[in-house]
Nanobody, 126 residues
Framework: QVQLVESGGGLQKPGGSLTLSCQAS????????MGWFRRPPGKDSDLIAG????????YYEDSVKGRFTISRDNAKNTLYLQMNNLEIEDTAIYYC???????????????????WGRGTQVTVSS
């Protein structure tokens, strides 16, 4: 019953910006850390950003630090990814992910997530 629906993908030139959204339903959104994964063409998926349940702590993969900002609005059950200064290497399918609830917290790691949406395509090209 968990649903994660991404939107906001599209085509941008290098240096441009995009904002992705993830509308969540079927669970108590504010009880879970959330994250963004991406799968570039021909590559495996990577966790690129994570955020704690209340938004007070974040994680970023090195390749997006300083360019991307993860945020959430618990009142709207929505997760966001603001992407600035886009690079060609940012081209990928971007997936919203729900934290896997375990004994310990690992939302800053790939293994900390257990459910993903279907993704939204981001293409950066000149």
């Amino acid at each position: 019953q968990v649903q994660l629906v991404e939107s906001g993908g599209g085509l941008q030139k290098p240096g441009g910006s995009l904002t992705l959204s993830c509308q969540a339903s079927g669970f108590k959104f504010s009880d879970y850390a959330m994250g963004w994964f991406r799968r570039p063409p021909g590559k495996d998926s990577d966790l690129i950003a994570g955020i704690s349940w209340n938004g007070d702590d974040t994680y970023y993969e090195d390749s997006v630090k300083g360019r991307f900002t993860i945020s959430r609005d618990n009142a709207k059950n929505t997760l966001y990814l603001q992407m600035n200064n886009l690079e060609i290497e940012d081209t990928a399918i971007y997936y919203c992910a729900q934290e896997r609830r375990t004994l310990d917290s690992n939302w800053w790691k790939r293994e900390g997530y257990g459910r993903w949406g279907r993704g939204t395509q981001v293409t950066v090209s000149s």
